[in-house]
């Protein structure tokens, strides 16, 4: 009896070890999602304090917006593949598209941070109309940006299985036409999908670890 009582002990807690074993190896092995910013944002064509009546023409001679994407991949160990990330600039409080362009795709290694400085041209006679108003009587405008894309994570040598992103960042400028802030604004989530994945890989983790340990 004794020694079947202390089988069954030993049987318990072989498995519970295991079963934490199984936990600590996926939380090792499962990514950090990269953090995405705007760290710099600029409209020429809105420097009011450059230019001193913005809508003499309409639209301006330079319609670019410039910006500086900044990307950072936190993982001390995982690689990340970047798919082609395509960047919509909106403007507007139904948020009309005015702009778009697509920066390509790249890698990117653990621990490593990359900058995309790049402009877009902003189009539309109504949206420049507006913009300008909006600068010259409040100081002061808001652009969105958004950007979708997918990733793949490249660890121990393997490539996981593509996750789409869909964030969007807004932009408050002032009257030089130029986002202020000392730190750039961080993108967040569009949609629920991207905040399910973890969900999603933790609920089949879960129902594992409970079957070793049971």
Known sequence: MCISSDCCRWCIGFQFTLGLTALFMWLSLRPSKPTLSIEKFYVPALNKTAISNLSAVIPPVNTTVTFDLKLRNENKDKGVYYDDLNITLYYGPNHSVVGHMTLPS?????????????????????????????????????FRVGLWTAVRYKIVGVKTKRHRFRLVADMKLN????????????????????????????????????????
């Open 175 to 214: 009257e030089e036409g130029a986002w202020p802030g000392k730190k750039g604004v961080k993108f967040h989530s569009r949609a629920a999908a991207q905040a399910g994945y973890r969900a999603r890989l933790g609920v089949p983790l879960a129902m594992l670890v409970l079957l070793v340990v049971w």
């Open 106 to 142: 790249f890698y990117q290694g653990h621990k490593k941070t990359a900058h995309r400085n790049d402009g877009l041209r902003a189009e539309g006679r109504a949206f420049w109309e507006n913009a300008t108003r909006t600068v010259s009587e409040q100081n002061s405008t808001v």
